[in-house]
Each structure stands twice: as C-alpha cells, then as structure tokens.
Nanobody, 124 residues
C-alpha cells in the first residue's frame, strides 16, 4: 500500500522560503514519477513540479521556474520541493503525488496516489 506524507508547510512572508518534504512508502514498482501539485481555494489543482524517479528528469510549471526546485532522495524514498522567493499567488494546499509511469504528465487525474497535503500561506 502506497502512503505519501507531506510536511514543511507553514506561514511565510512574501520573498521567503519553505522546503516541503514528502515521505513515501510502499513504492514497489520500478518506474514512476513523483510530483508536487497545489490547489488554492476556488481554483483547480495544478502541477507545480515533477521528477522521474529513475534518471531524475524534472519538469516545472512556468509560474515557478527559477524559484522552485524539486529533488529526491532515493535512500529515503522522499521527494522535496524547495520554494524560494515565495509570492502570495503561491499560497495553496500542496500535495505530493505518484504516477506509475515514466512520463512527466502534468494532468492531476493521471496520478495514482496522493498525500493529504500541507498548507502553504504567503503573507504580503
């Protein structure tokens, strides 16, 4: 059974930084993509950043390029999202997700497993 547990969210001032963590367990398949998605109130869930577990290829939403960095720790089965230069528009619930595929797909509905989310609030 796959479990994803996010942590690291909180309240930060605009321009500040946060590092989100996602601890994964039960990932027994050989090829998968892990990603961070976010959803603000009244908005659709959107892809923030993806990483292919084998090889480490990444993909970022245009809105976060140059500010956010996704990384992984194979030994810990964890994925991280370093968020710098945060803006009020970055405020949302952030979710970690896994897709059993090698393809970096930004469509939330194509992801198989989800964590409970961690809240990020950015004050202006």
């Amino acid at each position: 059974q796959v479990q994803l547990v996010e942590s690291g969210g909180g309240l930060v001032q605009a321009g500040g930084s946060l590092r989100l963590s996602c601890a994964a367990s039960g990932l027994t398949f050989s090829s998968y993509v892990m990603g961070w998605f976010r959803q603000a109130p009244g908005k659709e869930r959107e892809c923030v950043a993806l990483i292919r577990w084998s090889g480490g290829s990444t993909l970022y939403a245009d809105s976060v390029k140059g500010r956010f960095t996704i990384s992984r720790d194979n030994a810990k089965s964890a994925v991280y999202l370093q968020m710098n230069s945060l803006k009020p528009d970055d405020a949302a619930m952030y979710y970690c997700a896994v897709r059993r595929s090698i393809f970096l797909d930004t469509t939330p509905a194509r992801y198989d497993f989800w964590g409970q989310g961690t809240q990020v609030t950015v004050s202006s």
